[in-house]
């Protein structure tokens, strides 16, 4: 079969339109052009790709087949061309970034300083909770992913970067942050039957919060459910109840003694953050850049240390 990417072109654009006119417009050909490239493609492949029914044409059976070779010729030129980009250098390029909720408090500080260095680069942000960054990535619509650590047997290529340390936190006035100056630490049996402000379902930070408590044996009960970090913080220091948040989010409030973090026994509950793609995602130049970028410098943006 002698065929040119060029037909092949032509007709990948006249099979996703399924109009010459369209395909002419996108291409910018005359329609002429796009039915004689697609007449010597039949004349080239022996059958009929489209078949015309009153104004409207449609796919034959070959034409369909071709469709399907035709897009994985472009995705295997696609990749080809990625990878001659990577022996230019970074120029260009577009990186889609998928985040967790939380670990949003640092992630975006992280990528206004990967652009700067990185100017050609279209970076995108998506900031989500667990559940749905999961799916992103089942679905391949996302380079890399930030999260705490994902579920085992995911098919996933997993690296941690940073601690991601859970604390208690209260309003200053609420009963245990008064009591705690007098105390080393609040045994976890106090905890029993406290009120708290919990994350929404598919929150990496309700999930670890439940699992450590039923593994203690402490039932508490919630007052709230915010899908928000901020949420959460203005809830608690409202006197809602208390939270179990990521450290990353209440710099400022721990800076402005807005909120304190209770020193109870067994906390923080120790998570991590990690970088994830797809084990069979051939990460693009851009995105190989943005991993060791992350890898590299993530003390600066990731606070590890923390005080009670
Ligand atoms: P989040 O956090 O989904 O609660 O925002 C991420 C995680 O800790 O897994």
Not at 180 to 191: A, F, H, V
Request: net charge negative.
């Amino acid at each position: 079969m002698n065929v040119t990417f060029r037909q092949l072109e032509v007709f990948e654009a006249v099979a996703r339109l399924l109009s010459y006119t369209l395909a002419s417009k996108e291409l910018h050909l005359s329609q002429p052009a796009v039915s004689m490239q697609i007449k010597q493609l039949e004349g080239s492949t022996g059958l009929p790709l489209f078949e015309q029914l009153g104004r409207k044409i449609y796919l034959t059976e070959a034409g369909r087949e071709m469709y399907h070779y035709c897009r994985s010729i472009s995705q295997q030129l696609e990749e080809a061309e990625e990878v001659l980009e990577q022996l230019k250098g970074l120029k260009t390029g577009r990186l889609e970034v998928t985040v967790a909720t939380t670990a949003n408090a640092f992630a975006t500080k992280m990528l206004a300083m990967f652009s700067q260095q990185h100017e050609g680069v279209t970076v995108s942000l998506d900031v989500t909770n667990r559940e749905r960054l999961l799916r992103q990535l089942a679905e391949n619509v996302k380079d890399l992913a930030i999260m705490g650590r994902p579920p085992e047997g995911a098919d996933l290529v997993t690296e941690a970067f940073a601690d991601n340390p859970l604390v208690v936190v209260a309003a200053p006035d609420h009963p245990l942050a008064l009591n705690r100056l007098k105390e080393q630490s609040i045994p976890l049996y106090r905890l029993q039957d406290q009120t708290f402000v919990v994350r929404e379902q598919g929150s990496g930070t309700r999930t670890a919060m439940q699992r450590f408590f039923s593994d203690h044996d402490i039932t508490v009960t919630s007052s709230m459910e915010m899908n928000e970090n901020e949420a959460i913080k203005q809830s608690v220091q409202a006197g809602m109840g208390l939270g179990v948040v990521s450290i990353h989010t209440i710099e400022l409030e721990l800076e402005t003694k807005r909120l304190v973090i209770l020193n109870v026994d067994h906390f923080p509950i120790m998570r991590h953050w990690y970088l994830v793609h797809r084990t069979d995602k051939r990460l693009s130049p851009v995105a190989q850049a943005f991993r060791q970028f992350v890898l590299s410098k993530a003390n600066e943006f990731v606070k590890v240390d923390y005080m009670l």
